[in-house]
């Protein structure tokens, strides 16, 4: 999504002219939302109740907290949101969620969004399967708190990074024409210098707009590509 004061001014914008995909946007599961905006938007979008930090993108709390002020209606809310992700732009990639996933997300923070007492709906959980144990235990939960899930799937989907599903040891092709291993010592550099080899087929200053270089401490990495390892 775009700027904060973007946000505000196609709310202001739909409710003078209509603007928008085609009429003020209706169904979507929040539910299902919830858990999509953890895995897709979390890492570059703050949202209290979804319990994520990202600094990439606006903070949708303080993005939507004077239209629900002045008495905006969900509905409204919903559509803004849905705009936003149709017509992505900057940092933000294309067809991040689409169709009723993405009708989904927009419920989810049209109902959530700028609440200062969310109730139960709102909350999701973070968990990525069953709780693994030892070091690789230890890199799931990291990849959570990190906000790893909003870049990196887990299952092989296309997303913001390279799926993490698979990752260890492939033969990866890097946007300087160079191909590399991904084993532990790329890892561990990709990790602590995230923008030092990208790969190919995707944009610099994503990672490291979130995970500064050298804020992941060499034991943290090494539990999180202990955690990469299991994803086969």
């Excluded at 914008?13 to 599961?29: E, H, Q, S, Y």
């Excluded at 200062?116 to 890199?139: D, I, R």
Aim: hydrophobic share 35%; net charge positive; aromatic share 4%.
């Amino acid at each position: 999504m775009r700027s904060g004061a973007a946000v505000v001014i196609c709310v202001t914008a739909l409710l003078a002219a209509g603007c928008g995909t085609g009429g003020i946007a209706k169904g979507g599961d929040p539910g299902k939302g919830g858990t999509l905006f953890v895995q897709k938007c979390g890492s570059c979008h703050t949202l209290s109740a979804a319990q994520t930090k990202g600094a990439v993108g606006p903070n949708l709390d303080d993005a939507f907290a004077s239209d629900r002020g002045q008495g905006y209606k969900d509905s409204t809310i919903q559509q803004v949101v849905r705009d936003q992700i149709e017509i992505a732009g900057g940092r933000m990639p294309a067809n991040l969620v689409t169709g009723s996933s993405a009708d989904d997300v927009a419920a989810y923070v049209a109902a959530c969004a700028a609440i200062e007492n969310p109730g139960s709906s709102c909350h999701v959980s973070a968990a990525v399967g069953p709780a693994l144990p030892g070091l690789a235990g230890k890199g799931q939960k990291l990849y959570v708190s990190l906000g790893c899930q909003g870049c990196h799937t887990t299952d092989g989907s296309k997303s913001t990074g390279p799926s993490f599903k698979g990752l260890y040891g492939r033969r990866t092709k890097l946007t300087n024409g160079q191909t590399v291993t991904a084993n532990m010592a790329y890892l561990l550099d990709s990790i602590r210098d995230p923008d030092k080899q990208i790969v190919q087929g995707y944009s610099p200053g994503i990672m490291s707009s979130a995970i500064k270089p050298g804020s992941v401490s060499t034991a943290d990495a090494k539990a999180l590509i202990a955690f990469i390892k299991t994803l086969k």
